[in-house]
């Protein structure tokens, strides 16, 4: 599948504090996922996104669907211990269900 | 909903064996399930797409004779690893699609290989 630059490679960050990773591609996705990887765990899907410009929440994270296609940002709010790990995003393009993912964005929270 | 299970979730075997990994969908039935391997700090890299019923279809650089999968079922899919090697020691992971919804995959826990 096609590579996603996904930045930034880690982060420490202060518990409490707001997160954010970004995801950009050269070619054009009809689906934006963002997975969320635990040591030694598969990944979990946190969002889906389906549609250009497209914003979805899930509890404290956001995560939007660019309107040119080819990006996707996830934040994360005030956040807590349990949130690090390795956050990966993944898109779709139209014609291959075939996954690309990014490198990983590891968060590490200082309590 | 939307779960998958692999098993066994850790193996370690002699140089030269074969090892069969179990990925099964447990409450929905997937036509089509994807094999990955990761190494430590690094992301997925698809190996073979699996539906049921067909051939798998591998990615490029990926050996099918050495990495075996079959599809028998909407619930189950096998990945062997022959002749395993130390270079094979890897995180495997394996994904369903869901059937009403083609964009989303769903992710098993992962199987720890170390080939001694």
């Known amino acids: 599948g096609q590579q996603l630059n996904q930045s930034p490679q880690s982060m420490f960050i202060q518990e409490g504090e707001d997160v954010s990773m970004n995801c950009t591609s050269s070619?054009?996705?009809?689906?934006w996922l963002w997975y969320k990887q635990d040591p030694g765990e598969g990944p979990v899907l946190l969002i889906a996104?389906?549609?250009?410009?497209e914003l979805t929440s899930n509890g404290r994270l956001t995560a939007q669907f660019g309107i040119t296609r080819k990006d996707s940002f996830l934040n994360i709010s005030a956040s807590i211990p349990s949130d690090v790990g390795i956050y990966f995003c993944?898109?779709?393009?139209?014609?291959?269900?075939?996954?690309?993912f990014g490198a990983g964005t590891t968060v590490t929270v200082r309590a | 909903g939307a779960v998958v299970s692999q098993h066994p979730s850790r193996v370690i075997c002699k140089s030269g064996t074969s090892v069969k990994i179990e990925c099964r969908s447990l409450d929905f039935q997937a036509t089509t399930m994807f094999w990955y391997r990761q190494f430590p700090k690094q992301s997925l890299m698809l190996m073979a797409t699996?539906?049921?019923?067909?051939?798998?279809?591998?990615e490029q650089g990926v050996e099918k004779d050495k990495f075996l999968i079959n599809h028998a079922s909407l619930t189950l899919s096998t990945l062997t690893v022959t002749s395993a090697h130390p270079e094979d020691s890897s995180f495997y992971i394996c994904?369903?699609?869901?059937?009403?919804?083609?964009?989303?995959?769903?992710f098993g826990p992962g199987t720890r290989l170390t080939v001694l």
């Open positions: 994904s369903a699609r869901v059937q009403r919804s083609y964009n989303e995959q769903f």
């Open positions: 070619s054009i996705f009809n689906t």
């Open positions: 699996s539906n049921e019923g067909s051939k798998a279809t591998y």
């Open positions: 993944a898109g779709q393009p139209r014609e291959d269900y075939k996954l690309s």
């Open positions: 996104l389906y549609k250009a410009g």
